[in-house]
């Protein structure tokens, strides 16, 4: 079965540094996104991307944060500086449509750590 | 904007036996969809069940079934037979439907249910 895979599974990095997290949606999919969840807390939207741009972002999603699809198969979210307070499980996931809400499939996860 | 409620922080049940999960939203949309998604350990979201709102029939995935109440704005999910393997948070998620739908999902703030042997 296809599966979205994000890299790396865990990162630690330093306050103040830009992160790069990674993720690979499945090959026919045209809608992607990522969420965030701090530990045992509910899983928050932050962003979803549609034909080279941005159809929707959460009040969370501040101009620290960018998405970007380089090369037609990566879809990454940016952090420019990191805080404390980004410690979290970051979920990237991927759709074919948005029709019934069907395909929606979510990858792993990145555990990014902020010391 | 679209709220999801969910009331139980945490449920036990022993195995065989069954469980319900609580859910309600809030929303003005007529056209959405209802999802519940299971976090196991391992952390990864795999969806459960899905239910479109425009369906009066309630869904149904071997195991789990749904009791969904459009007027009352409750979907509620059936685990029956539980197994120990269904160990995990529960979350229900709320997508709008139709245009200027973004694919973007509204969860709710899990459940955590314990299967017992």
């Known amino acids: 079965e296809p599966e979205v895979t994000q890299t790396p599974s865990h990162q630690v990095t330093q306050m103040g540094q830009e992160v790069i997290l990674r993720c690979v949606p499945i090959?026919?999919?045209?809608?992607f996104y990522w969420y965030r969840q701090i530990l045992g807390q509910k899983v928050e939207f932050l962003v979803s991307?549609?034909?080279?741009?941005?159809?929707?972002k959460s009040e969370i999603f501040d101009d620290q944060f960018s998405v970007e699809r380089p090369d037609g198969s990566n879809f990454t979210l940016k952090i420019r500086s990191t805080k404390l307070e980004d410690s979290a499980m970051y979920f990237c996931?991927?759709?074919?449509?948005?029709?019934?809400?069907?395909?929606?499939?979510f990858g792993s996860g990145t555990r990014l750590t902020v010391v | 904007a679209q709220t999801v409620t969910q009331s139980q922080p945490e449920m036990s049940v022993q195995e065989a036996e069954t469980v319900t999960l609580s859910c309600t939203y809030d929303?003005?949309?007529?056209?959405?969809?209802l999802f519940w998604y299971k976090q196991p350990p391992s952390r990864q979201m795999i969806l459960v069940i899905r239910?479109?709102?425009?369906?009066?029939q309630n869904a149904t995935e071997n195991r789990f079934s749904v009791n969904f109440q459009k007027a009352a704005k409750s979907f509620s999910l059936k685990i029956s037979d539980s197994q120990l393997g269904d160990t995990a948070m529960y979350f229900c998620?709320?997508?709008?439907?139709?245009?200027?739908?973004?694919?973007?999902?509204?969860f709710g703030q899990g459940t955590t249910l314990q299967v017992k042997p």
């Open positions: 996931a991927s759709s074919e449509l948005l029709y019934r809400g069907e395909g929606y499939t």
């Open positions: 090959s026919n999919h045209l809608y």
């Open positions: 991307f549609y034909n080279n741009e941005i159809s929707e």
């Open positions: 929303t003005s949309e007529s056209n959405y969809y």
């Open positions: 239910q479109e709102a425009y369906k009066q």
């Open positions: 998620a709320f997508m709008k439907g139709g245009s200027g739908n973004t694919g973007k999902l509204i």
